[in-house]
């Protein structure tokens, strides 16, 4: 019902833009929307999350300024654009959708639903 596409390789320093499609599924103004990653040997971490109503957005300290998060309601797609990617970026994402209250929009837990995940590797 969640599918993400749009990984692919990339040197350091490129562009990618991530597409999370929720298919079958109605989103409301009371679901958000996220991005996960989970690179090799680590765990999954939250990177960004978008309110469907209201377009606010929360990111991951460690990708702020450099990756943005969106959404198309009418095309029932989140958007993640990372730019200025680097070698730390390598990760298996996911897109998760919720209707969580913000201060949990981090917790995988809270997200009965998932996509499949893209991987993006990031390597020269």
């Known amino acids: 019902q969640l599918q993400a596409s749009g990984g692919g390789s990339v040197q350091p320093g490129g562009s990618l833009e991530l597409s999370c499609l929720a298919s079958?599924?109605?989103?409301?103004?009371?679901?958000?929307m996220s991005w996960f990653r989970q690179a090799p040997g680590k765990e999954l971490e939250f990177v960004a999350a978008?309110?469907?109503?209201?377009?606010?957005?929360r990111y991951l300290d460690s990708i702020k300024g450099r990756f943005t998060i969106s959404r198309d309601i009418a095309k029932n797609t989140v958007y993640l654009q990372m730019n200025s990617l680097k070698s730390e970026d390598t990760a298996v994402y996911y897109c998760?959708?919720?209707?969580?209250?913000?201060?949990?929009?981090?917790?995988?837990?809270?997200?009965?639903?998932w996509g499949q995940g893209t991987l993006v590797t990031v390597s020269s």
């Open positions: 978008v309110g469907w109503g209201s377009g606010t957005a």
């Open positions: 079958g599924r109605t989103v409301t103004n009371y679901h958000i």
């Open positions: 998760g959708l919720t209707q969580t209250i913000w201060a949990r929009v981090y917790l995988r837990r809270e997200y009965p639903y």
